[in-house]
């Protein structure tokens, strides 16, 4: 939990150990809503030695600072990225991470001062958004160790600023993409900060994963090759959220070995953590499901409970609309209320000015404001904490995040209270009754795939365009590389001579890879009337965001798209404010291309392959913001998309089926709501998004000759989440079920097997049939 904030002395008197939830429950019918509560213990922190190597000045500094030791795991990470060592430091949130890296990292670059150009040792640290490397070159400021020649460098640097930074810096502080656009295309013009370089820091490196994961995977070997020209080898020090396996993912990330350091030895304060799912409703969904009260309102009332009570809380939404809901929310709930209090309530998202931002900060540090609800926005580089009470509007995407959110709730000596509110999905109701997801071993990987054709054939060709490829090269660059230059020189990309493979095209190579999409050029979103254009959305995913009748938000401004143009690539939108939100419809259907892997259980079968995809997207669902009321369907005239990718599937025989004691006419129903259930709990074990990912399932596929549930990567070339599929896949089916089996809904509704996004209207869903086929598939699995 975080440090004190001794300059805030607390506005109310601290009230005793779980009190704060008891207030929330006091109001009528709350406490049904309570699913589990965890009564988090205080933990002392275990601090060590300042280790011998450690330059003196950084010591002082550090003390000056308020540090007077290290706690035991910064010590070890440090010790071991000072000896050489690669290192990943994956403790929980607030547990001082940087110092794992700063250790080192100052003591080398002081020690390299007397270098003739003062430049013995460099240092270079990413951080995957700018603020949070602007927030980190400010704390390094703030330490006043004046002879470290520290700068950011992104694209906001002025170009004589970028001039020092190459000749002078010692510890330059930028994003993956930068260093994929400019620094190693440019690497001659660093030649002097490159030939020194001695560690490379990845912070928050859980945020690579997926599609962007996998570019930065290929940036950072582009890295280390460009580097070793130049004469260096550098230490990587990488920081994580905890995650499951951080050592094998820090490896995928870099391509080289790591040790792990995940022995948390910080201090905690005494926490309370509530599990709460709101009531089903009387409204009534597709095919008559109950809906439940959406995580929106509940939390609003939540809110409202807590600021009456002066409790300085924040709620997290996802969404930015969400967050907005909220506040509005709240402050109506406190009108009836205290009028006074309502002003005292703020929304806070991403896309708000510098200022504006600020503002809500430091109201929320003064006491000024008492809740705010935020998106997520607030988790990365802002300094607010110390609160009384976190809520947490639906399961926030990752567990990482989850603790990241709660830990901004916590002052000394005082109790911290986080409630995880859930919203109507198979993952949020499996949460919260399955406490052990949260607060046991974590199963959530960051996964990516460093082997994806898509993404590493341009980076093949931004590395031949940075230092001609050789044969030497390849390996690093893993198993897919030789195939994938044969091709890239069959299609004029690159050329084969023999030195090597060279780009000896006129564009710049750098070009073909955006870090944050996936080929294809992309689709444009502009104003009609203004032709402003607002941003570009991947071609591979515009059907489904951009189509006519979406809602679009950009920059927390909502627009209403009038037509989508694929040949064109263009879609036009207009400024609205609708009620409501839209969830684009699709159906897929799949061929299997190959097998890559495969496991027998029992009769049954799971295996891990590559497919082609072909998906149409053919309607468009709407539902009321706040409520999550279904206003209607619209339908949809767009053309079909291939895609090939990578998927985990699985086969039952019909034995199976008459064991699960299902009828012929009831096993469609059963496999599709499996399938719809398993997708939505598939992020919970892969760092992904329910919309990273789609499935087919059929009583009979002509591929497989058996009835047959498939969930295959939403990218190109795949991300590594079937992957993650495949090797969880008993944990995975396991929780799925479970999921099923736990909401309490009669016969299925959108916390247990409706999807928003399915393309057949969510028939046929059969809740209890694919409960017992899952246990058919599941107890068929070999023993361990
Ligand atoms: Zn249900
Ligand atoms: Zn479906």
Redesign the pocket.
């Known amino acids: 939990m975080p440090a004190p904030s001794p300059h805030h002395p607390p506005a109310t008197p601290a009230p005793p150990t779980g009190a704060l939830l008891e207030r929330l429950l006091a109001a009528p019918g709350r406490r049904d809503r309570l699913t589990h509560v965890e009564q988090l213990p205080a933990r002392p922190g275990v601090s060590v030695d300042w280790p011998e190597w450690v330059d003196r000045g950084v010591v002082e500094r550090l003390g000056a600072a308020g540090v007077s030791r290290p706690w035991r795991h910064q010590a070890e990470a440090a010790t071991h990225a000072r000896e050489g060592r690669s290192v990943v430091v994956a403790t929980g949130t607030a547990s001082g991470k940087s110092l794992a890296y700063l250790l080192p990292a100052l003591t080398a670059v002081r020690e390299g001062l007397s270098a003739r150009d003062g430049r013995g040792a460099t240092v270079l640290y990413l951080a995957p958004t700018k603020a949070l490397a602007h927030d980190q070159w400010r704390a390094l400021r703030t330490l006043g160790l004046d002879d470290v020649r520290a700068a950011t460098y992104d694209g906001d640097t002025p170009s004589d600023e970028r001039e020092w930074v190459r000749a002078h810096a010692a510890y330059a502080l930028t994003n993956p993409d930068l260093l994929h656009r400019s620094l190693l295309p440019g690497h001659r013009r660093w030649s002097a900060f490159l030939r020194s370089l001695r560690y490379v820091v990845v912070d928050e490196c859980h945020a690579y994963r997926g599609v962007f994961g996998s570019h930065v995977a290929a940036v950072l070997r582009r890295l280390q090759r460009v580097a070793e020209h130049y004469g260096s080898d550098p230490v990587f020090v990488l920081a994580s959220a905890t995650v499951s396996d951080p050592s094998i993912s820090g490896e995928r990330l870099t391509g080289r070995p790591l040790v792990a350091v995940t022995d948390d030895a910080s201090p905690r304060g005494p926490a309370t953590f509530a599990l709460w799912e709101p009531p089903l409703t009387a409204w009534r969904g597709e095919h008559g499901a109950p809906v439940r009260r959406s995580a929106v309102a509940e939390t609003a009332d939540l809110l409202a409970d807590l600021v009456v009570d002066g409790r300085r809380t924040i709620a997290f939404v996802r969404s930015r609309r969400g967050a907005e809901a909220v506040a509005t929310m709240t402050r109506g709930a406190l009108h009836d209320v205290d009028p006074g209090l309502a002003p005292r309530v703020a929304a806070y998202r991403a896309g708000y000015l510098p200022e504006e931002r600020r503002a809500v900060e430091s109201g929320l540090q003064s006491g000024d404001l008492i809740g705010v609800s935020a998106t997520s926005a607030l988790e990365l580089g802002v300094d607010v904490s110390g609160l009384d009470a976190v809520l947490l509007t639906g399961w926030p995407g990752t567990r990482a995040s989850l603790w990241q959110q709660a830990g901004r709730a916590g002052r000394a000596g005082r109790e911290a209270l986080a409630v995880l509110v859930a919203r109507d999905d198979p993952l949020d109701t499996y949460v919260v009754h399955h406490p052990e997801a949260l607060f046991g071993k974590p199963v959530e990987a960051t996964v990516l795939d460093p082997d994806n054709p898509y993404v590493l054939g341009p980076h093949l060709c931004a590395a031949a365009a940075e230092l001609p490829l050789t044969p030497d090269d390849l390996a690093r660059f893993g198993p897919a590389a030789p195939g994938l230059l044969d091709d890239l020189v069959a299609r004029g990309l690159l050329r084969r001579r023999p030195g090597g493979w060279f780009w000896t095209r006129a564009e710049r190579a750098a070009d073909l890879a955006d870090l944050r999409g996936i080929g294809g050029s992309p689709v444009r979103v502009v104003e009609s009337g203004t032709g402003r254009l607002l941003g570009t959305v991947d071609p591979g995913s515009a059907d489904r965001c951009v189509h006519a009748g979406a809602v679009y938000v950009h920059q927390g401004a909502t627009y209403l798209v009038d037509s989508l143009d694929l040949s064109d690539a263009v879609a036009l939108v207009t400024a609205a404010s609708p009620e409501h939100t839209t969830y684009a419809r699709e159906v897929n259907d799949l061929r299997v291309v190959a097998e890559v892997q495969r496991q027998a259980w029992g009769a049954a079968a799971l295996v891990f392959g590559e497919v082609e995809v072909t998906s149409q997207v053919v309607a468009f669902l709407k539902r009321r913001v706040g409520t999550g009321e279904v206003l209607g369907e619209e339908p949809l005239d767009l053309p079909p998309r291939h895609l090939r990718t990578r998927a985990v599937w699985w086969t039952v025989t019909s034995e199976q089926v008459a064991a699960a004691s299902l009828e012929p006419g009831e096993l469609p129903g059963a496999a599709?709501a499996a399938?719809?259930a398993s997708i939505g709990l598939l992020p919970l074990f892969a760092t992904c998004d329910r919309w990273d990912i789609g499935?087919v399932?059929t009583a009979l596929h002509p591929d497989t000759g058996l009835p047959t549930v498939f969930v295959y990567d939403g990218h190109p070339g795949g991300a590594g989440f079937a992957e993650r599929g495949f090797q969880q896949a008993l944990s995975w089916l396991t929780a799925t079920r479970d999921a099923i089996a736990a909401c309490d809904c009669e016969t299925g509704c959108p916390s247990c097997v409706q999807?928003p996004?399915?393309?057949?209207g969510?028939d046929p869903?059969d809740k209890d049939g694919a409960v017992r086929l899952l246990t058919e598939l599941v107890s068929g699995r070999p023993e361990r």
Do not use: D, I, Q
């Not at 996004?757 to 057949?760: D, L, R, Y």
């Open positions: 599709h399938e719809h499935g399932s999807s996004k399915c393309g057949n969510n869903l």
